[in-house]
């Protein structure tokens, strides 16, 4: 069976691996998914999984722009509801700009935050 089909599989008290959690991204991203990466490992981890469409992958270049990926979400979002934000930060970058998440609660916006330590 394929690695990346496979179901998963927890195992108590064993950690996942940053390898198995981009590979389970990669099997949840669809033509409705936009995929939101911060800046750091967050964006070198994503920069692998599989876009459906050419326009649908966010992420800044540099690290002044840490932060990011929260509010990305909610901007695009609001300019396109059709689509469905996968947010990829870090934990350092959530601290600055995650208590965003309120104001997607505010406008009925549904961003699924993956917040990687």
């Known amino acids: 069976m394929d690695r990346l089909l496979s179901p998963f599989l927890a195992n108590i008290g064993k950690k996942i691996t940053v390898q198995r959690l981009f590979l389970r991204l990669a099997s949840f991203i669809t033509a409705d998914t936009i995929v939101i990466a911060d800046v750091g490992d967050s964006l070198f981890g994503a920069l692998d999984l599989v876009i459906q469409r050419d326009?649908?992958?966010?992420?800044?270049?540099?690290?002044?722009?840490?932060?990011?990926?929260?509010?990305?979400?909610?901007?695009?979002?609001?300019?396109?509801?059709?689509?469905?934000?996968?947010?990829?930060?870090?934990?350092?970058?959530?601290?600055?700009?995650?208590?965003?998440?309120?104001?997607?609660?505010?406008?009925?916006?549904?961003?699924?935050?993956?917040?990687a330590k």
């Open 55 to 115: 326009t649908e992958f966010l992420a800044p270049a540099f690290y002044t722009s840490m932060g990011f990926a929260v509010p990305a979400a909610i901007g695009a979002q609001l300019a396109d509801s059709k689509l469905r934000p996968l947010v990829i930060v870090g934990d350092g970058a959530f601290q600055t700009t995650g208590m965003e998440i309120s104001t997607a609660v505010r406008y009925q916006l549904n961003p699924i935050v993956i917040v």
